[in-house]
């Protein structure tokens, strides 16, 4: 049948889902994370969050591996890694992988040139032009980089609490949501947990909902770090399009973080005045989609209107929403 298959590989989750060369997606298959390769434990989480993902996607297309002839892997990490396991899988069919951010700017924008700002607990930019040239700017990680993302909004959310604490800026909303959120006392009790190792990377980005709530609230603190983060992402934006010489390619935002209005505006009106002629777009598809349309390129198919539609018809969001919900909450 030469059928397809793309696997979103995640910090909290992974998608896989397998389609008909038209664009009729048959199954798809939730599994564990498939991130941190490095860490203990970890070539083994992301073997079985492949294996069980891919098997869960075939089981309810009613379809087995030998009837595959292209697969293609979006991971957050390890990406060479994860085809190298993936392969033996599947000896007659072309497998390939890369790195998330191609396959959320290829779902995007449906395969056309084009800027992806991403921006959940992590941040990065990537672009691609109609030469098929690329660039990246950001995603240097929380200790160096990754301004504008969930993590660098929480921690200047814990910053602003801990300043108007000390009376080293006016009083804010920040320093009470913050402990009542976490179900503790005051600041001295989020201190220890965070030196503890109790409230992780993620979770001090998911700080970024109470950030939104305080801004909406008209909170100065919460304002100037949303303000300040949608800049920092236009910014990004803004590199990759100098890099690539391409002022005018459209901007797609993914992640999060850009469900604050606020951040979103912010970002809107800072890539105005960077990037005149580019315009910001909500993504057609989600980045599982995106490893399929690589993944049809990958044994020739052109991808038609047509194809687009079946894809848009038969694509399950409930999948995608489960998948989505775990990576925004870190389970």
Known sequence: MNLLISVDGGQS???????????????????????HVLEPGGMERLRTALDDSITRALT??????????????????????????????????????DYDQITALYGASVAQPGVVVIAGTGAVAYGRDAAGRS?????????MGDEGSGYDIGRRALLAATQAADGRRDPGLLQQMIP??????????????????????????????????????GDAAALEILSGAGEHLARAAWAVMQRLDAPTLPTFTAGGVFQSTILRHAFIHALGQLAPESVAHEPAFPPVIGGLLLAMQGVGIDITSAIVERIRATFPQSAFAKHQARESSGE
Not at 63 to 84: D, H, I, Y
Not at 135 to 143: D, E, N, R
């Open 13 to 35: 989750s992974t998608l896989a889902l397998v389609a008909r060369p038209d664009g009729t997606i048959l199954g798809t298959g939730l599994a564990g994370p498939s991130n």
């Open 135 to 143: 660039a990246k700017a950001g995603g240097w990680g929380y200790v």
């Open 60 to 97: 309810e297309a009613g379809a087995e591996a030998g009837e595959v002839s292209s697969v293609f892997l979006g991971m957050t990490g390890g990406a060479a890694t994860a085809r190298e396991m993936t392969q033996p899988r599947f000896p007659g069919a072309r497998v390939e992988s």
């Open 180 to 217: 009542q959120s976490l179900g503790v006392a005051d600041l001295w009790a989020v201190h220890a947990r965070v030196y503890a190792g109790q409230l992780d990377r993620a979770g001090i980005a998911r700080l970024t909902v109470l950030v939104d709530q305080a801004g909406q609230a």
